[in-house]
């Protein structure tokens, strides 16, 4: 069989217009290929999200490797703005722009080309797993976590996982994200009672309640940090009460706080003190205050060991970097599979993900599959 040209397989797969939730082609695409090469494919499909798993190998191997990504991106923006068709997998100059080019379909398609050659050309003893989703820029309620639903009830599994998500800050090879922080929204209604702004005595303004509740959350020192975390923060997102009379005292204001928190924490225990501190404030104002929460992810981190180790070896041998081991960024799939398995996150730099004209180097595509198909081929020697 014929090498997968993974910069090929990148440029079919930015032709699909997969903007999520749709599929636009690119599973259809991915399946087709893999089928061709023996994996056994399985739409695993839910809540309106199109997902595919496939497996190369014994089902249930003690000794299976999984890649995890996803083909759905974010919407064009303002397509007036592109200098390019956003669907079109233009090269210039050995750039190839589009929508996805990123993050991740150059990540998604040199993971699938890597391990269509690998199993191909040097038939491991084990398995390959590949669970790719269709909603991880979504709400990531139907993708991966239908995909790991789907595994655990089918008796499927993987060893340990790579996720192929954009990594590397500047140079390729410069960075693997060996955990995340947690991420959690809350949102609070202050409510007090309407009135003149010339009789303050007959109303009960509501903004001092919620100016003393966001100044005591964001002043709040949350920690010093963890040995593999930065410091925990949280960030005022919003005050909004929406009013402009100013001889009008309102009756509600509302505001917003995201709180981005390191293994010090769970999720459950700062809840806890949003409502404590929440409490108080209703009680030294005399207001009603109505919170949401949303937990995005819990923080999570693989240890530095056998599986670090031997994506580093991998990246240091094709790229003659040292990569730095890190927590930083945002959340990822990889906050799902980490109850599942090991699991770390390697792939592209990604300085345009999600902008206008987002762009890949060619040449940085062939490196990616060159690194996966290293990783694999040391992982099953090992």
Same mark, same amino acid.
């Given at each position: ?24 082609? *690119? ?16 739409? /695993?499909?839910?809540?309106?999200? *199109? ?37 079109? *997998? ?24 890597? *391990? ?31 995909? $790991? ?20 800050? !500047? ?6 994200? +060996? ?63 929406? !009013?402009?009379?100013? !001889?009008?005292?309102?009756? %509600? ?39 949401? +929460? ?27 970097? %040292?990569?730095? $081991? ?32 987002? !762009?890949?180097? /060619?040449?940085?595509?062939? %490196? ?15």
């Amino acid at each position: 069989m014929t090498a997968i040209d993974a910069v090929t397989l990148t440029a079919d797969l930015i032709r699909c217009p997969s903007v999520t939730p749709e599929e636009g082609g *690119a599973l259809v695409l991915l399946q087709a290929l893999l089928e061709g090469a023996g994996f056994s494919c399985t739409r /695993v499909d839910r809540g309106g999200v *199109a997902n595919l798993f496939a497996r190369w190998g014994d089902k249930g191997h003690a000794k299976t490797f999984g890649f995890n990504g996803h083909t759905d991106v974010v919407p064009v923006g303002d397509a007036a703005a592109w200098s390019v068709d956003p669907f079109g *997998a233009e090269i210039r100059d050995g750039i190839m722009y589009g929508r996805g080019a990123t993050d991740m379909k150059s990540g998604v398609a040199a993971f699938a080309a890597a *391990a269509v050659d690998f199993v191909t050309d040097t038939p491991p003893d084990g398995a390959v797993v590949l669970a790719i989703t269709g909603d991880e820029e979504g709400d990531a309620v139907d993708g991966t976590v239908a995909l $790991l639903d789907w595994m655990a009830a089918e008796g499927e599994c993987m060893s340990v996982c790579i996720v192929g998500e954009p990594t590397c800050p !500047n140079e390729m090879g410069d960075m693997i994200k +060996i955990g995340r922080r947690g991420s959690m929204n809350a949102w609070f209604t202050v409510t007090g009672r309407q009135g003149h702004s010339a009789y303050p005595h007959l109303a009960l303004n509501p903004m001092p309640a919620m100016a003393r509740l966001m100044d005591r959350l964001a002043s709040r020192k949350l920690d010093a940090g963890t040995a593999h975390f930065d410091p925990s923060t949280l960030a005022v997102a919003t005050i909004d009460t929406g !009013n402009s009379a100013t !001889n009008v005292i309102p009756a %509600q204001t509302r505001g917003a706080v995201n709180i981005r928190f390191n293994d010090t924490h769970t999720g459950a225990a700062l809840s806890a003190w949003l409502k404590e501190e929440v409490a108080r404030v209703d009680a030294e104002f005399g207001t009603t205050t109505e919170m949401k +929460i949303k937990i995005s992810g819990e923080s999570f981190l693989t240890p530095p060991g056998a599986l670090s180790d031997l994506v580093s070896g991998a990246v240091k041998a094709e790229t003659g970097r %040292q990569p730095e $081991l890190s927590t930083t960024g945002g959340t990822s799939d990889a906050r799902f599979i980490k109850d599942h398995c090991p699991v770390v996150e390697f792939g592209l730099v990604g300085k345009t993900l999600h902008q206008v004209d987002e !762009n890949v180097p /060619v040449a940085q595509i062939g %490196q990616l599959k060159a690194i996966y198909t290293r990783i694999l081929k040391d992982y099953f020697a090992g």
